[in-house]
T-cell receptor, first 115, second 116 residues
């Protein structure tokens, strides 16, 4: 079964600084997608960014970018110019082609942003 | 419309009560999900419906009974719950085609359930 690991339970960053959240995954599939979700105290899970496994180019969305290392099965999220509104739980998720109706989530990283 | 709407937002129920959680989406998604989430933990998958048919049941106790009346609605019927069932219950939807793996799951805001 696929596993997703987030090794940082909690991280802190100063406002306007850059922070990187780590995620590794284990799979034998070649066709899959990876996601970073944000869950603020308001509870709703919001997609931050997605990455297709077959694309070598790292995805970017404004201040959010990923470092996708397929061979290393690593998928880290970089947040630039951190803002107070970035404070939330961040979950890394995997969706593969074999069992495509299952999303596998990591254990999450709580991000604190200090003013 | 990219929303998944869940009602109610909060629910307190006794262990002998029967209640239902509701979820609605109008994005044409044919996969709908129920997740249970404890504080500071990732969502745990409970059920998946694909084209209105139950496709995944993650060995959930029978006191939780899902229902998918049509392609836009998903219910979770609750009966004889235990205090340890208190959690945030999230509904989600997504495309259900292997070639559309690029689509994410869209989540509702959840129902905060407290069993007393």
């Amino acid at each position: 079964a696929q596993t997703v690991t987030q090794s940082q339970p909690e991280m802190s960053v100063q406002e306007a600084e850059t922070v990187t959240l780590s995620c590794t995954y284990d799979t034998s599939e070649s066709d899959y997608y990876l996601f970073w979700y944000k869950q603020p105290p308001s509870r709703q899970m919001i997609l931050v960014i997605r990455q297709e496994a077959y694309k070598q180019q790292n995805a970017t969305e404004n201040r959010f970018s990923v470092n996708f290392q397929k061979a290393a099965k690593s998928f880290s999220l970089k947040i630039s110019d951190s803002q107070l509104g970035d404070a939330a739980m961040y979950f890394c998720a995997y969706r593969g082609s074999y069992n495509f109706n299952k999303f596998y989530f990591g254990s999450g990283t709580k991000l604190n942003v200090k003013p | 419309d990219t929303e998944v709407t869940q009602t109610p937002k909060h629910l307190v129920m006794g262990m002998t009560n029967k209640k239902s959680l509701k979820c609605e989406q109008h994005m044409g998604h044919r996969a709908m999900y129920w997740y249970k989430q404890k504080a500071k933990k990732p969502p745990e998958l409970m059920f998946v419906y694909s084209y209105e048919k139950l496709s995944i049941n993650e060995s959930v106790p029978s006191r939780f009974s899902p229902e998918c009346p049509n392609s836009s609605l998903l219910n979770l019927h609750l009966h004889a719950l235990q205090p340890e069932d208190s959690a945030l219950y999230l509904c989600a939807s997504s495309q259900d085609k292997a070639r559309l793996l690029n689509t994410e799951a869209f989540f509702g805001q959840g129902t905060r359930l407290t069993v007393v």
